[in-house]
Each structure stands twice: as C-alpha cells, then as structure tokens.
C-alpha cells in the first residue's frame, strides 16, 4: 500500500510562488507516474501536471503551462510541483496522486493512491 504526503502549501499573494512536494512510502517510487490534482470548492477535482517513471516525461494542463513545473527525485521518494506566477483562480486543495501506469495519464482513474491535499490560497 502506497502512501502519500503532500506539504508546502499556504496563503500567498497573486504573482507569488509555492513549491509543493509529496513524499511517498510504501512502494517502489521509481516505478509510478506521479501526478498532481486540485479541487477549488464547489468544483470537479481536475488535473494539473504528471511526470512518467518511464523516461520523465511531463505533461501539464493548459491553465497552468509556463507557471508550473512537475518534478521528482527518485532517491528522496519525493515529486514536487513549482508553482510560479500564481492567480487567485489557483485556489484549491491541491493532491498527488500515484499511477503504476505509464503513461502521461489526466483523468483521475488511472491513478492507484492519493494523498490527502494540501491547501492552497492565492489573495488579489
């Protein structure tokens, strides 16, 4: 059973940057596509960014491409998600996910475990 802990998250300014990371245990880390999920209130929980553990290839959501950046580090069981330029519509709780797939996959069914979110708040 894989377990996820996602941290990093907080209230900040529009135009200011968060890094959120997510420490996994439990599994063998090098071999899950990794991604990370947001659900603003009153909304469908929707994708954000994934990285693949099959050569670490990314892919983002149109809303957010040229702010954010997924990443992970293997040797520390730890996927990050920079998060630059932020807009108050960013507003959500924010959650990895893990995938035993491998593709760049961005509906939420694929995905196997899930952490439990950690919030983030943009102010105007």
């Known amino acids: 059973q894989v377990q996820l802990v996602e941290s990093g998250g907080g209230l900040v300014q529009a135009g200011g940057s968060l890094r959120l990371s997510c420490v996994a245990s439990?599994?063998?880390?090098?071999?899950?596509?990794m991604a990370w999920f947001r659900q603003a209130p009153g909304k469908e929980r929707e994708f954000v960014a994934t990285v693949t553990w099959i050569n670490g290839a990314s892919y983002n959501s149109d809303s957010v491409r040229g702010r954010f950046t997924i990443s992970r580090d293997n040797n520390k069981n730890t996927v990050y998600l920079q998060m630059n330029s932020l807009k108050p519509d960013d507003t959500a709780v924010y959650y990895c996910?893990?995938?035993?797939?491998?593709?760049?996959?961005?509906?939420?069914?694929?995905?196997?475990?899930w952490g439990q979110g950690t919030q983030v708040t943009v102010s105007s």
């Open positions: 439990g599994g063998t880390f090098s071999r899950y596509t």
């Open positions: 996910a893990a995938s035993r797939g491998g593709s760049l996959a961005t509906a939420r069914d694929p995905y196997d475990y």
